[in-house]
């Protein structure tokens, strides 16, 4: 089966950039989405076929992907950025893969 | 606006049979995939199934396949997740997602419901 791992936490200063790492076999030829989680509310689509953004979400959220590594940038850190944040492909077979989730505190 | 809007915490005993749905408002409910997607106490997201509407195809994840029954009302624009007999690991948030084809992300999703299984 395929894996997404994801480090558990990530840190960072308001106003500095949190970059998220999602790390997966060849994860460079397939499209990688972005949600973020706010405690006791559901996910949300941050960026979706690696770079792109929905509408309403800032431009301070932007991804990459390449290689074994797809990461989400997140600039000029808010406190109200503060949430658990996955990535997710689909995999062959149907299978749409989430990683287990970073957990960004805003220091 | 795109709305998915999904039934009331349930707290149900072992065994027990249930049966959870999720409405969709302010698009072509046929036209759309729908998910269902859990997520454990603490835990992280972990995809179920997905249905078509306009057709009832259904596709499981491997983990959920024959432990949960994915099916549509498309007269009323509703999906549904089924358990036929709860166990206290299906204690969860289950979340219903859109999706717009069937490797696209998940957008929007439901607010959720809480199902406890406990004695």
């Known amino acids: 089966s395929y894996v997404l791992t994801q480090p558990p936490s990530v840190s960072v200063a308001p106003g500095q950039t949190a970059r998220i790492a999602c790390a997966g076999d060849n994860i460079g030829s397939k499209n990688v989405h972005w949600y973020h989680q706010k405690p006791g509310q559901a996910p949300v689509l941050v960026v979706y076929?690696?770079?792109d953004r929905p509408s309403g979400i800032p431009e301070r959220f932007s991804g990459s992907n390449s290689g074994n590594t797809a990461t989400l940038t997140i600039s000029r850190v808010e406190a109200g950025d503060e949430a658990d944040y996955y990535c997710q492909v689909w995999h062959s077979s149907d299978h749409r893969v989430f990683g287990g989730g970073t957990k960004l505190t805003v220091l | 606006e795109v709305q998915l809007v999904q039934s009331g915490a349930e707290v149900k005993k072992p065994g027990e049979s249930l049966k959870i749905s999720c409405e969709g408002s302010g698009y072509k409910f046929t036209h759309y995939w729908i998910a269902w997607v859990r997520q454990m106490p603490g835990k992280g997201l972990e995809w179920m199934g997905i249905i078509y509407p306009g057709d009832s195809d259904t596709r499981y994840s491997l983990s959920f396949q024959g432990q949960v029954s994915i099916s549509v009302d498309k007269s009323i624009d509703t999906a549904y997740l089924q358990w036929s007999s709860l166990k206290a690991s299906d204690t969860a948030m289950y979340f219903c997602?859109?999706?717009?084809?069937?490797?696209?992300?998940?957008?929007?999703w439901g607010q959720g419901t809480l199902v406890t299984v406990s004695s």
């Open positions: 076929a690696d770079r």
């Open positions: 997602a859109r999706l717009t084809t069937t490797t696209s992300p998940f957008d929007p």
